[in-house]
């Protein structure tokens, strides 16, 4: 039971981050989303919360590529609730590429995004935690932060340093009531994902199905996605009582492809 819990969700007006959103929200707790999305976009989510959940819910604008921003919204954030109870760092971007052809200005977006949100977010919400001294910070790594992957340097490096952050947010935080922990999700069907599909049914010349299922192939030992609400309810696990003690772990949900 997560009421009277506030709760911000990076990148939730899509995807993964949502799932996790209206999770946390159908066990009681305040929502704050966070996203690219427009004015409309917003509203309706806001209110679905508002008419699903009962919870209170609001939207914070902040492109994560901003550490100026990430300063404003967390002042904003602290200030309006004391503190954050629950961090989930979810916001993240994908492109694939040969490194010789990486392009530069992605590969910093996806350094700032990736990575550099996480460590100012964290930076920002301990100081109030601390003072409770209770929290919950989920990291939304990936297997990507566990391997690597041919054009996928970019997102390997961000996810390899994410965990790396995880465990040492860990290890700060490991005498409170405070944890921080990483998800590494395999595939699972978002947009995100969705862009690389057509990537390889283009490169390829497949139709929708033969490219996902030659995606999946290529290294998800179960054959299938796994899904946003299975993802969610790791991320609910680890704000549980029964998580108190689960510290600084990269924590796969991949269809057996880690154990490989
Ligand atoms: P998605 O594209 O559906 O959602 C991404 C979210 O991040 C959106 O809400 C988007 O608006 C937000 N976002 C992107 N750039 C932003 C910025 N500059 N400022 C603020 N918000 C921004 O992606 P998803 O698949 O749901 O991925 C969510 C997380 O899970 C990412 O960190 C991703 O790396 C990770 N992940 C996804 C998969 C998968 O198979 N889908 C696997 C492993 C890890």
Not at 204 to 213: K, P, R
Request: charged share 20%; glycine share 10%; net charge neutral.
């Amino acid at each position: 039971d997560l009421s009277g819990r506030v709760a911000l969700v990076t990148g939730s007006t899509s995807g993964i981050g949502l799932a996790v959103a209206r999770r946390l929200a159908r066990s009681g707790a305040t929502l704050v989303l966070n996203g690219l999305a427009d004015a409309d976009a917003v509203d309706a989510l806001c209110a679905e919360f508002r008419d699903t959940y009962g919870v209170p819910v609001r939207f914070q604008a902040c492109d994560l590529r901003k550490p100026a921003q990430i300063e404003t919204m967390m002042a904003e954030l602290n200030h309006a609730y004391g503190a954050l109870d629950i961090l989930v760092n979810n916001a993240g971007i994908q492109h694939v590429s040969q490194i010789e052809a990486f392009p530069v200005d992605k590969w910093d977006d996806m350094i700032a995004v990736n990575l550099s949100a996480s460590f100012h977010t964290i930076r920002t919400a301990l100081p109030a935690m601390r003072a409770r001294n209770w929290g919950r910070i989920v990291n939304m790594a990936s297997i990507s932060g566990l391997r690597g992957r041919a054009g996928k340097t970019g997102y390997n490096a961000t996810k390899h340093g994410l965990i790396g952050l995880t465990k040492s947010v860990a290890l700060e935080t490991a005498q409170t009531a405070i944890t921080c922990n990483a998800i590494c999700p395999g595939w699972v069907h978002t947009p995100l994902v969705q862009k690389q599909i057509d990537a390889l049914a283009e490169r390829e010349g497949l139709d929708n199905a033969a490219a996902t299922n030659k995606l999946l192939g290529l290294r998800q030992p179960s054959g299938k996605f796994v899904t946003l609400e299975q993802i969610a309810g790791l991320c609910e696990f680890f704000c549980s009582p029964d998580a108190d003690e689960v510290r600084g772990v990269a924590w796969a949900m991949d269809g057996g492809t880690t154990a490989a």
